[in-house]
């Protein structure tokens, strides 16, 4: 079968060229000569061009097969644990249920350029995209350019286009609601160990003010990254700097919790009776640490059902709106709080 990348090598342009002249009629990505070229080769060549309907003819047509992609990326915490697992496995069921073909797939983003993802998942034939990485701007050009839908599921926006679906939960609201219940309300002092840019820790920080509690500054350890053994050093610090342990402590992700408790472990400090600790998440291995991982869990599961669901929704012409999807959290009592 003939690929629009054998087609780019012949006529020497990128797949995305490629891709954009066939399967879009984009007139303004190439000279007419080009594009004369490119279909000629298209012909020669014997390749098979995506047939075009309109949304009406697409919304009734029952047999029509969609092409989906899902990109992850190890600069992410959702590669940590079972996280990005469970989004997965939602993605990959409800694909197979509603008869969508997962065409490409990126377990690494750190591998590409935008342009090479953009390459991959035009000659891949993508219709959508759905993200579970880090949002970045520049991916995010190239995959619009390419008239390729977007939906981000499961991760914590920084930024996302305007015309792109979320699906996932609302981390500082979420966050928010759990602090001033089950948290911040239950201790005098209380830590943090996590990235500060995140939302959960803009939470973490409005929940003092509702409580009228002071911020204590010492007690919140800022890291870069999402991993236990980034946890583990971070937290091996402030044990030979600290005079004090906080009562409790809230980590970012499930991941950073058990670093830091391997860690308090391995000094000899008990888990719950000399310090508390509060992970958010719900990775599978938090229920098998001992003591088990108290933590508020995100329904990933369900968020990669709906990001397949929602992306289909677009596809079919069923609305040309972006929309967000988001879903409740839930506290897991255990035994580490």
């Not at 759905?130 to 981000?152: P, S, Y």
Request: with cysteine.
């Amino acid at each position: 079968m003939v690929t629009l990348s054998e087609i780019a090598k012949k006529a020497n342009v990128s797949v995305t060229t490629v891709s954009r002249v066939v399967n879009y009629n984009d007139t303004s990505v190439c000279s007419e000569e080009m594009q004369k070229l490119i279909w000629s080769l298209v012909d020669s060549m014997g390749y098979k061009v995506k047939k075009k309907v309109n949304a009406k003819q697409e919304t009734n047509k029952t047999d029509r097969t969609y092409t989906i992609a899902y990109v992850l990326g190890t600069a992410s915490y959702v590669m940590q644990q079972s996280y990005s697992y469970e989004i997965i496995k939602g993605i990959e069921s409800e694909a197979i249920r509603r008869g969508a073909d997962i065409t490409f797939t990126c377990l690494n983003l750190d591998l590409y350029t935008p342009e090479m993802l953009g390459e991959k998942l035009a000659a891949s034939n993508v219709e959508a995209v759905i993200w579970v990485a880090g949002t970045n701007e520049a991916f995010f050009e190239v995959i619009e350019r390419l008239g390729i839908r977007i939906t981000i599921a499961g991760i914590e926006p920084g930024y996302y286009p305007d015309n792109a679906d979320y699906v996932g939960v609302d981390f500082y609201s979420e966050t928010l609601r759990w602090m001033k219940t089950h948290f911040a309300n239950r201790f005098e002092r209380i830590g943090y160990i996590g990235p500060k840019k995140l939302s959960r820790y803009n939470a973490f920080i409005d929940a003092h003010g509702i409580l009228q509690k002071p911020i204590q500054e010492e007690f919140i350890l800022d890291m870069e990254g999402w991993t236990i053994e980034e946890a583990k050093i971070v937290m091996q610090s402030y044990l030979q700097r600290a005079d004090a342990l906080p009562d409790a402590i809230f980590a970012a992700c499930d991941s950073i919790a058990l670093g830091a408790m391997t860690v308090l472990k391995g000094q000899g400090i008990q888990i719950p009776d000399q310090i508390r600790v509060l992970g958010f998440d719900n990775i599978e291995m938090s229920s098998y640490f001992v003591p088990e991982l108290t933590t508020i869990e995100v329904p990933t599961y369900k968020i990669g059902v709906m990001a397949v669901q929602a992306a289909l929704s677009r596809l079919r012409g069923e609305r040309d709106f972006a929309v967000r999807y988001l879903f409740p959290t839930q506290y897991i009592e255990r035994q580490s709080l």
